[in-house]
């Protein structure tokens, strides 16, 4: 591209134009963290409910298994930080959304421990919703903002259900919240990577 | 009366530079010079042109070993770029009545 070549006004707002598009157009997600997260919620839900109607215990509390799986998160979203060669206005407000999205959990968890709420799937599911719609909203992706409208319906209706039939909702929560999107996203990264 | 265009960002590189980080937080030189086109020479010239008024931040530092240029858009920038846009728009409008 020559630097000095002069411009008409026309081929200017033209440049404009193309440019922005294509900052825009270069970030793509992945779909590894909300697939992730979605497979370990549902899965989590699921085991728990099948735990208590079923009768038989895995010997240890399945809910363990988030905290391990934070670990492959972190390493994941660090080397994808460090191969970025830009950073996204909507990225950076991404990473405030879900920071501020895994504080509360840990908060929700010891509230809950100490506390020990009657409807404390309510509260996580109310919690799973925010971030879900923002990040729909943001991104203009409709799974996401569906998804968190869907945490809040079961986190309403939570209310009135009984234990362990709550752990269905939570599994529906995080399925619809992120297990779909997060498929959704994958194959449309990995469909765009192959281009 | 038509403002006059600012000469630092009518320039092609230089405007194409500008538009991309308008975009961004913040992007890599070799970023920058994969979406525009441009040769690294061509590219460190211009990016130092728009460093000197102020339009762009440019932060030097080591990656891995490596040597890592980063620009990000100031205020001042964002604010040449408005009025730069705006001053477009004049003049195209201004056409367009003419016609």
């Known amino acids: 591209m020559p630097e000095e070549k002069q411009l008409t006004e026309k081929e200017s707002l033209e440049l404009i134009a193309s440019m922005i598009s294509k900052a825009k157009n270069s970030y793509i997600e992945s779909g590894v963290g909300p697939l992730c997260w979605g497979i370990l919620i549902t899965l989590c839900s699921l085991l728990s409910f099948a735990q208590v109607t079923l009768k038989f215990s895995i010997g240890f509390d399945v809910w363990l298994l988030a905290l391990f799986a934070l670990i492959p998160q972190i390493i994941y979203a660090l080397r994808s930080k460090k191969e970025r060669k830009f950073t996204a206005h909507e990225e950076a407000i991404m990473d405030y959304v879900w920071s501020t999205f895994a504080i509360c959990m840990l908060l929700l968890s010891f509230y809950n421990a100490v506390a020990t709420p009657s409807h404390a799937t309510a509260l996580y599911m109310m919690v799973y919703g925010i971030p879900t719609f923002i990040t729909g909203g943001i991104r203009k992706f409709r799974p996401m903002i569906v998804g968190g409208i869907i945490c809040w319906i079961c986190s309403l209706t939570s209310l009135y259900t009984s234990f362990p039939n709550t752990l269905l909702l939570m599994a529906i929560s995080s399925g619809s919240a992120w297990l779909i999107p997060g498929i959704i996203l994958r194959r449309r990264y990995l469909k765009l990577k192959h281009v | ?99």
């Open chain 2, 1 to 99: 009366m038509f403002k006059e265009l600012d000469p630092i960002l009518h320039s092609q590189l230089r405007l194409a530079v500008m538009s991309l980080l308008i975009g961004v937080k913040e992007a890599e030189f070799t970023y920058i010079r994969e979406k525009t086109n441009s040769t690294a020479g061509n590219l460190s010239v211009q990016v130092q042109k728009l460093k000197e008024v102020g339009y762009i931040d440019v932060v030097k530092q080591f990656k891995d070993n490596y040597p890592q240029t980063t620009c990000k858009v100031t205020p001042k920038g964002i604010e040449a770029f408005e009025a730069y846009v705006k001053a477009l728009q004049q003049y195209l409008q201004a056409g367009q009545q003419q016609s």
